[in-house]
């Protein structure tokens, strides 16, 4: 059994354990900004595939406790580098400090990855190189107080690049994000799931993946763990095929993705259609001030623009407020969400609240917030 630290964005982490606790029979453990669990080769590769909410699965593999700053070289050193890094591999260190020992991370990155190369040529007589952006090993470092946590990264390019979008639209939501606000709206798959402002269709392809089970992790090309030493090929291919197998395409969801822009909708056809999913979500081009009938209940998710990478030249206090006004004339019996990461913006929307939920899109905090639409009086 290995330990292993699931990271996800920070708000996801309840819903990152829920979400993979049919797939792990060990505890799983609740931290900010990740979940730890024990497993073995099987489980690693499992949530690999299936984790539609985490980033990055990281394998504990050394641990241990520093007195002293100049410690830290010397407690590096001694470790067993070869075994995790060859010298004809790249590899790439990240550090996470919370710790009084030291204040500058990138400093103690270059401590470490000293300390790693000579450790390495002194056994091998040659070194291994760094390759910060797409490295054979990733190394993780969690600094907290006096313990040193060092980590293998066993997926490599975070889980939110599934592998669906030939070209991604500059506001695209992260999809492990995406699938997050999905799960936490508690969507019911029997009523409609919309998105009147769909972008390259994240949303709806996230819900439609969700409603299908399709695994996340199915039309990724790469893991780390595949260039791994013993990497065991048929063990993965057996769990493609459980999770192929596994895919139930259900004619009666019914998932809509709507936008003003011709080529975001074109974008959202193209992922849809690479993961076999076209005919399950209905995309179309339209204002949402034109959107005529809808069902009478289901759950509309929307991430409006924030006004850094899209919306930049527009009223967004309109925006917002036009956004209020066509979830209370046009959606009376929904479950509306807005994702926003503009905190001024959304008190334009005019509908009251009924939940705020505080998620993490990089380094924005944003809000998920919850206006149900009751018929009669405009809440
Ligand atoms: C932040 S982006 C959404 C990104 C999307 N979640 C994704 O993952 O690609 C906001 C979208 O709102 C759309 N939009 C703006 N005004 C609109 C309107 N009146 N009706 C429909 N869509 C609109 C924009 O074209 C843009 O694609």
Redesign the pocket.
Known sequence: MNKYFLTCPRGLEEVTKTQISSYINEPINVDKGGVHFSGNLKDMYTINLHSRTGMRLLKNIFSFNLQQPQDLYKSIYNLDWVKFIDVSKTFSIKTKLKSNLFNNASSVSLKIKDAIVDNIRKKKGKRPFINKKNPDVGLHIFIINKTVKIYLNTTGIPLHKRGYRSKI?K???N?SI?SGIILLSNWNKEDTFY?????????PIEASMIANRIAPGLFRNNFAFQKFDNYNKSLWRKLIDNAKNNIIFNPNINILG????KD?IQ??INSSKKIGIESYIKFKV?????ISVVDSKGTLI?????GN???KN?NLNE?YK?IGDVFKKKFIGYDTYI?SGNLEAVKSVGLRSKKRIILKNGTLDCRLIYYPISSGKFN
């Open positions: 639209h506001a695209a939501l999809e995406a998105d009147i402002m769909c972008g390259s269709g994240t949303l709507s936008d003003i822009i975001n974008l959202s339209l204002n949402m001030n034109d929307i991430n409006p623009p924030y990478r899209v919306g527009i925006l036009n994702f």
